[in-house]
């Protein structure tokens, strides 16, 4: 009995070993397989850290506990102290138990970034708050332009308005005199006329620059575009004798929205002939440059100067207010140019000389040209004095420029 007691205690022994054995190799191949990952604390730092905001914890005395590098680079912190600004709202904030908001805009603007920064302070308790640094450079700037086009707008509109409310009472005092009634009648057409032009590409612009979804973009002859344009611009031509001669059909084909391609071209045309002087023509052009589809409109007129050129694509720009007034020109025809070419996934470009004349060249992609990559070497978008500009505005003229 002892001899058999003794093997099976070294049987259950043997057993016993081999399971647990078993059981801490699979517990230890189980730890091998999942590693272990980051703290709870390391997470949190990592997300303060890769914040796109500036994010600062300041203490009751105004020292920083803790900062990210968004904070330095948005001036909140420097040199491990924190904007003076900021530490003053922290005290207000730990003192009153209440979040608040407070400018740390840099105080000199030295042409970088940012312009403009708001912080929002909250208390955290037990003597800490936490200043949550933005940048709202992008928003300040979009609400100044917001103001300035409101207020281009107004001054726009309130001089047809004026105009024909003192015509309208004019008529009204001269309402026996057939002539004169003749004559204050004219103007008021002409303002009205002016006003008309002006609601109208007001709401174009809006409707290329806001969230309204453009059309689809359809395969558009742009012999069609061209024919089309210059309809538009016939009257206007023949009533200042002003000619314009077109190059020989090309069969082109593009991609885009046939009414807004006629508009923008239209446009460049009743340009150019509202800045020629009388017997000069105006020439309009198209071919195929690469994957582009290009139409030149070239005139001799007294050309625009260099530090104008770029200015020219703004809305209500002029550089000749009174010439502009003079021809009924709103100030938008070249902004809906612009962003009628951007639309298209094309450009506008412009070649000018003072004395000599300007060709715009509105580039478009060719119908079946691949999707826009990076612009090759010489042919940047945006150029406004583009060497391909110039050598089509030389072959349109006849050598003249």
């Not at 047809?160 to 309208?168: D, E, K, N, Q, S």
Request: include cysteine; glycine fraction near 10%.
């Amino acid at each position: 009995m002892n001899a058999l007691a003794s093997v099976l205690l070294a049987v259950v022994t043997l057993t016993l070993g081999f399971v647990g054995g078993a059981l801490w190799s699979r517990r230890r191949k189980a730890s091998v397989g999942r590693p272990i990952g980051p703290t709870f604390a390391d997470l949190l730092h990592r997300l303060v850290q890769s914040s796109g905001t500036g994010l600062a914890v300041i203490n009751q005395y105004g020292d920083v506990v803790l900062h990210n590098p968004r904070a330095s680079e948005l001036e909140l912190v420097q040199l491990a102290r924190a904007d003076a600004r900021a530490i003053k709202a922290c005290e207000q904030a730990i003192e009153t138990g209440t979040a608040l908001e407070v400018d740390l805009s840099p105080l000199e603007h030295r042409g970088r970034q940012p312009e403009a920064v708001v912080g929002h302070v909250r208390p955290l308790g037990d003597g800490f708050a936490v200043v949550e640094a933005e940048d709202t450079s992008e928003l300040v700037r979009l609400e100044a332009t917001r103001r300035d086009f409101v207020a281009n707008v107004s001054h726009e509109l309130k001089t047809p308005v004026g105009a024909v409310g003192l015509l309208a009472e004019a008529l009204l005092d001269a309402a026996d005199e057939p002539e004169e009634v003749r004559r204050f009648g004219t103007k008021i057409l002409k303002e009205s006329t002016r006003l008309g032009h002006l609601v109208t590409e007001l709401i174009a612009l809006s409707r290329l620059t806001g969230a309204e979804r453009l059309p689809e973009l359809d395969e558009v002859e742009v012999d069609e575009v061209v024919s089309e344009a210059l309809g538009r611009s016939r009257m206007v031509s023949e009533a200042t004798g002003i000619g314009i001669t077109v190059d020989e059909p090309s069969g082109l084909k593009v991609d885009g929205d046939r009414t807004l391609l006629v508009t923008a071209l239209s446009n460049l045309v009743d340009n150019a002939i509202a800045y020629s002087p009388p017997d000069t023509p105006v020439s309009v052009s198209r071919r195929r440059n690469g994957d582009v589809v290009e139409i030149a409109v070239t005139d001799r007129g007294i050309g625009i100067a260099p530090q104008h050129q770029q200015r020219v694509f703004e809305r209500f720009f002029r550089v000749d207010p009174a010439r502009s007034r003079a021809t009924g020109g709103t100030g938008l025809g070249l902004a809906i140019v612009k962003h009628v070419a951007a639309n298209h996934g094309g450009e506008v470009r412009l070649w000018s000389r003072p004395g000599t004349g300007s060709t715009f060249t509105l580039r478009i992609p060719a119908h079946g040209a691949p999707e826009p990559s990076d612009p090759s070497p010489g042919d940047t978008a945006g150029s406004t004095a583009a060497p391909g500009a110039a050598e089509h505005n030389g072959r349109i003229s006849g050598g003249v420029l």
